[in-house]
């Protein structure tokens, strides 16, 4: 009788889950359906973003988003409030942590790697050659320079 009581809790969360699932949108998207435009005014200007999940101003959630670099594309030193989980899907991205971009100074990540920045670590990035990569993180999304005039959304130019 104890082992029935103790299974009815279980049964009820595992039978429920799916039917509370159900009204959730389920994302699948082929990479014909991502829609690609240029990132946000805090980034250098040159690459491509699309959201794949969520939405990266909701304070608490999940979002994913994928970002599409040229070859020679760099984010100088900066850190976000959150984890930033980073799967590189293709071409090459080097990672480095720090307080001033040093390309000696970067790991490279062919495509398949993995790899966190945890939040307020300073890192910064460089795609050697054309890149995608992936990044999962808790919104909302901030991103901060540790030399304010590296901000692209700060320069008259942008």
Same mark, same amino acid.
């Given at each position: 009788?104890?082992?029935?009581?103790?299974?009815?809790?279980?049964?009820?969360?595992?039978?429920?889950?799916?039917?509370?699932?159900?009204?959730?949108? $389920? /994302?699948? !998207?082929?990479?014909?359906?991502? %829609?690609? &435009?240029?990132?946000?005014? +805090?980034?250098? *200007?040159?690459?491509? $973003? /699309?959201? !794949?999940?969520?939405?990266?101003? %909701?304070? &608490?959630?999940?979002?994913? +988003?994928?970002? *599409?670099?040229?070859?020679?594309?760099?984010?100088?030193?900066?850190?976000?409030?959150?984890?930033?989980?980073?799967? +590189?899907?293709?071409?090459?991205?080097?990672?480095?942590?720090?307080?001033?971009?040093?390309?000696?100074?970067?790991?490279?990540?062919?495509?398949?790697?993995?790899?966190?920045?945890?939040?307020?670590?300073?890192?910064?990035?460089?795609?050697?050659?054309?890149?995608?990569?992936?990044?999962?993180?808790?919104?909302?999304?901030?991103?901060?320079?540790?030399?304010?005039?590296?901000?692209?959304?700060?320069?008259?130019?942008?």
């Amino acid at each position: 009788m104890r082992r029935i009581s103790r299974l009815v809790p279980l049964l009820a969360v595992v039978l429920c889950a799916p039917l509370a699932l159900a009204d959730s949108p $389920m /994302a699948m !998207l082929t990479p014909a359906d991502i %829609k690609w &435009g240029d990132v946000p005014a +805090v980034f250098p *200007k040159g690459a491509k $973003m /699309a959201v !794949l999940y969520g939405d990266p101003a %909701k304070p &608490g959630e999940l979002f994913i +988003v994928r970002m *599409k670099m040229p070859a020679g594309y760099k984010i100088p030193a900066h850190w976000h409030p959150t984890d930033e989980n980073i799967t +590189v899907i293709s071409g090459t991205f080097n990672l480095g942590m720090g307080d001033k971009l040093d390309v000696a100074k970067s790991k490279a990540f062919p495509a398949g790697s993995f790899a966190v920045a945890p939040a307020k670590m300073n890192h910064f990035a460089i795609a050697k050659q054309a890149a995608i990569v992936e990044v999962s993180a808790i919104g909302p999304f901030a991103i901060t320079y540790v030399n304010p005039a590296d901000d692209p959304s700060k320069s008259a130019s942008r």
